[in-house]
């Protein structure tokens, strides 16, 4: 059997269980810092950043008592972001073996590495297995409908065949409710491809990060025509360096359409802060959090190499189709 790209069926199931095994194993590994190691990160602002990003998503779409499905949770890292909209109920999804566990541990109390914390206020399931590839409906059908589906920093790891891209939208359309929301960050493909176009060879950085496009998809850079499987490995200082694919918007736009999940906005990540740092809540937030430094509203707690990282992402809203009441 040949797929439209030529290749067996086969080959593409192997190769695909390979690579998400690769991505699993290299989140496994990551283990728990201490808040000492964690402030001394050189990407420390970054992290602060994107923990905003994703707060200020949380404050637009949560509310009180939602139901809230969580797809490639990680460590937990959002639970207390979860927390402070006083959800109702909260399942976590992750493939990292070693990530679900982190996760349950931050959950339950117990060894928090961060600060030690009362416990969380909504009930939780949190499960190890591949949001990209199971019939997550079958295994959540007594948790659904969620009101709310987050998938922060990890929808591009469905994009290496289109079967995990439609399974990963289905997915998500299948658990939302009628109006439901879908919020997300992933990388911004225009902004990579741009930044690979303005160079020579196929690897583009700078002092924390590097992303080197595969050989075989070296055309990739000028024609966009392959919507999915276009891989390059992604390197950034303390936090990732596996394989990640290219997810052209509008594809995934389209894409998300199919199953009925409507765009409500795009935005790079620093269009999203010169927006939303205009909101004094939200200058408070990012204070709170620390990517701040005294009296500033903007970036200038980042280096200008983590700025630059930042722009390499986007955030996403979608809502599924149809009315809250089933209409
Ligand atoms: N969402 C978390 C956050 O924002 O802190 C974690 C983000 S981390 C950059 C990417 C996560 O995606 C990792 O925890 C990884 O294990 C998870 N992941 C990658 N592929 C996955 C898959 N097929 N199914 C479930 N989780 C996946």
């Given at each position: 059997?040949?797929?439209?790209?030529?290749?067996?069926?086969?080959?593409?199931?192997?190769?695909?269980?390979?690579?998400?095994?690769?991505?699993?194993?290299?989140?496994?590994?990551?283990?728990?810092?201490?808040?000492?190691?964690?402030?001394?990160?050189?990407?420390?602002?970054?992290?602060?950043?994107?923990?905003?990003?994703?707060?200020?998503?949380?404050?637009?779409?949560?509310?009180?008592?939602?139901?809230?499905?969580?797809?490639?949770c990680g460590k937990g890292?959002?639970?207390?972001?979860?927390?402070?909209?006083?959800?109702?109920?909260?399942?976590g999804?992750d493939?990292?073996?070693?990530s679900i566990e982190d996760c349950r541990t931050r959950y339950?109390?117990?060894?928090?590495?961060?600060?030690?914390?009362?416990?969380?206020?909504?009930?939780?399931?949190l499960?190890?297995?591949?949001?990209?590839?199971?019939?997550?409906?079958?295994?959540?059908?007594?948790?659904?409908?969620?009101?709310?589906?987050?998938?922060?920093?990890?929808?591009?790891?469905?994009?290496?065949?289109?079967?995990?891209?439609?399974?990963?939208?289905?997915?998500?359309?299948?658990?939302?409710?009628?109006?439901?929301?879908?919020?997300?960050?992933?990388?911004?493909?225009?902004?990579?491809?741009?930044?690979?176009?303005?160079?020579?060879?196929?690897?583009?950085?700078?002092?924390?990060?590097?992303?080197?496009?595969?050989?075989?998809?070296?055309?990739?850079?000028?024609?966009?025509?392959?919507?999915?499987?276009?891989?390059?490995?992604?390197?950034?200082?303390?936090?990732?360096?596996?394989?990640?694919?290219?997810?052209?918007?509008?594809?995934?736009?389209?894409?998300?359409?199919?199953?009925?999940?409507?765009?409500?906005?795009?935005?790079?990540?620093?269009?999203?802060?010169?927006?939303?740092?205009?909101?004094?809540?939200?200058?408070?937030?990012?204070?709170?959090?620390?990517?701040?430094?005294?009296?500033?509203?903007?970036?200038?707690?980042?280096?200008?190499?983590?700025?630059?990282?930042?722009?390499?992402?986007?955030?996403?809203?979608?809502?599924?189709?149809?009315?809250?009441?089933?209409?």
């Amino acid at each position: 059997k040949q797929n439209p790209e030529g290749d067996s069926h086969f080959l593409e199931d192997e190769s695909t269980k390979v690579f998400a095994r690769k991505v699993a194993d290299h989140y496994s590994r990551r283990t728990n810092q201490t808040l000492e190691e964690r402030e001394a990160s050189p990407i420390i602002h970054l992290k602060k950043l994107n923990n905003w990003i994703k707060s200020v998503l949380v404050q637009l779409y949560a509310r009180r008592g939602d139901v809230v499905l969580d797809l490639a949770c990680g460590k937990g890292g959002d639970l207390i972001k979860w927390d402070k909209a006083k959800i109702g109920y909260y399942v976590g999804i992750d493939i990292a073996e070693g990530s679900i566990e982190d996760c349950r541990t931050r959950y339950n109390g117990d060894a928090d590495h961060h600060q030690r914390r009362k416990k969380f206020s909504f009930p939780a399931r949190l499960i190890c297995g591949d949001c990209y590839e199971v019939h997550l409906d079958k295994v959540l059908a007594d948790d659904a409908p969620f009101d709310i589906c987050s998938c922060q920093f990890a929808m591009h790891y469905s994009w290496s065949t289109e079967a995990r891209a439609r399974r990963a939208l289905a997915n998500v359309s299948a658990l939302l409710r009628p109006g439901g929301t879908f919020i997300g960050t992933m990388p911004d493909a225009n902004v990579i491809i741009k930044k690979l176009r303005e160079v020579e060879g196929l690897a583009i950085g700078n002092s924390v990060y590097w992303i080197r496009l595969d050989e075989e998809f070296a055309d990739k850079k000028f024609k966009s025509s392959r919507p999915f499987g276009i891989q390059y490995k992604f390197h950034l200082e303390d936090a990732v360096d596996c394989p990640e694919w290219i997810v052209p918007f509008h594809i995934f736009k389209s894409l998300a359409e199919e199953y009925d999940l409507e765009l409500v906005f795009v935005k790079n990540s620093h269009e999203f802060v010169h927006e939303y740092l205009k909101k004094p809540e939200y200058i408070e937030l990012m204070r709170r959090l620390g990517a701040l430094g005294d009296g500033n509203q903007d970036q200038s707690t980042l280096s200008a190499d983590e700025w630059e990282v930042a722009y390499l992402y986007l955030a996403f809203v979608l809502r599924k189709r149809g009315q809250p009441d089933g209409t």
